[in-house]
């Protein structure tokens, strides 16, 4: 069948918006296999690589064999003892990101800790801060050792309009199903998030591990609709939780790799 000039036409100019419209969407792609190895990543590098970045702590970062390495100190939680870093992105209604992440062969699981890449929506409520007025909520990822059975697992932590508190909520899902995950072995997590509207819970949250679902649910992450699009890149590294048993008596290193963000709508 042969296609009228018109058609033709048609389809090109509609290509090119296409192309236009993903070319103004946000993407970030950073991994530092040209950073020198045992080498500090300082404040510097990282804004370099990141852009705005806030809460960089030179002597906690440092690049090894082309990977990330964060160190979470002895006898601290938190900020005090990890990193508590954030990245301006562009407002959107849905984002993805991937990255990996390693624990070092050594490393004390602790009680457990933050751990890697997430998002802020709205405000970006964390610290036990429930979103009470419905302004904003975050998706981080936990490891986390359970005191009674010691299996370590990672676990989805999030903040939402709604949650039940008195801190993140992981809806009783985990990684793996069963048994514990491992030091030494990378891990590949996927995370997406979908704004939803007005007092709906018709927005997203998802988290694969290893190709796995660990949740992939509707949300109502905010009711303030000025307060509904995502807006912050997260990279939180800290043991925490509050209290003595969340802390270790040795620092330990967690690696990262291969970050990718993509603004998937405005």
């Known amino acids: 069948m042969k296609l009228s000039r018109t058609t033709v036409l048609t389809n090109v100019l509609l290509l090119l918006l296409i192309d236009y ?42 690049t090894s064999s082309g990977t990330l390495r964060i160190t979470v100190e002895k006898n601290a939680l ?79 932590y999030v903040y939402h309009a709604g949650m039940p508190g008195p801190c993140g909520s992981n809806f009783g899902k985990s990684y793996p199903s069963s048994g514990s995950i491992e030091k030494g072995k990378w891990y590949k997590v996927h995370m997406y998030v979908k704004s939803n509207t007005g007092n709906n819970a018709n927005g997203q949250v998802q988290v694969l591990i290893n ?27 800290f043991r925490g939780g509050k209290g003595d048993e969340w802390k270790s008596g040795t620092d330990g290193y967690i690696y990262y790799d291969n970050l990718y963000v993509r603004q998937i709508s405005k």
């Open 78 to 156: 938190s900020g005090a003892g990890g990193l508590i870093s954030n990245t301006r992105i562009p407002d959107g209604s849905a984002y993805e990101l991937d990255f990996d992440v390693r624990f070092h062969s050594q490393f004390d699981w602790s009680r457990g800790g933050k751990v890697g890449f997430g998002f802020g929506i709205g405000n970006g409520n964390t610290g036990c801060n429930l979103p009470t007025d419905g302004g904003g909520g975050t998706l981080r990822l936990m490891w986390y050792q359970n005191p009674s059975t010691k299996r370590v697992y990672f676990h989805p």
């Open 211 to 237: 190709g796995e679902t660990v949740i992939d649910q509707s949300i109502r992450w905010t009711t303030n609709d000025s307060k509904r699009l995502i807006n912050n890149l997260s990279f939180h590294t």
């Open 21 to 62: 419209v993903s070319a103004q969407l946000y993407q970030k792609s950073i991994n530092w296999d040209t950073r020198g190895h045992q080498q500090p990543y300082t404040d510097a590098m990282a804004r370099s690589d990141f852009g705005s970045v806030t809460g960089w702590n030179n002597n906690r970062a440092m």
